[in-house]
């Protein structure tokens, strides 16, 4: 089993899909990947959250949408992370601090180089944590290493 996959079982599994395969990731780590049905999903780290697209033929019609391909690419993010940050190396991705992941902050300076797995880890686990609460909620946000 690899990594990826590991970790999307670990800290996504609480959705209820079970996960076969990451088919694609994007730079700023929104995935593609499967089920053990053979249904795709989209995971999106940002808005934490796991869409079911159904079988190929829907899952290339959403990846196939302007709306989709804008944020799949995230060109104008990708264009600055490379600027600040440089390159991301094989197995990392783009995202934001965790801080500004949690509150949606898409300013240049809260984009970070992560491990895919990392992110998805964290992803995961600030999704489960929040996902029944009110929008606007505040919260506390407390990063360990």
């Given amino acids: ?9 670990s800290a996504w599994g609480w959705t209820g899909v079970e996960f076969a395969e990451v088919v694609a990731h994007s730079l700023m780590g929104h995935m593609l990947v499967t089920d053990t049905a053979g249904l795709f999903h989209y995971l999106d780290p940002d808005l934490g959250a796991v869409t079911l697209l159904g079988d190929e033929a829907a899952a290339q019609a959403h990846m196939a949408l302007a709306e989709t391909q804008v944020i799949w690419r995230a060109d104008k993010l990708v264009d600055a992370a490379l600027a600040r940050l440089g390159a991301p190396v094989i197995g990392e991705v783009f995202s934001l601090k965790p801080q500004a992941l949690v509150a949606g902050d898409y300013a240049h300076e809260n984009l970070i180089r992560i491990d895919l797995v990392d992110l ?11 996902r029944d609460l009110p929008e606007g909620a505040h919260i506390n946000l407390k990063v360990e290493d």
């Fill in 1 to 9: 089993m690899s990594r990826q996959l590991h970790a999307l079982r």
């Fill in 120 to 130: 998805i880890y964290l992803s995961g686990d600030i999704a489960r944590q929040t």
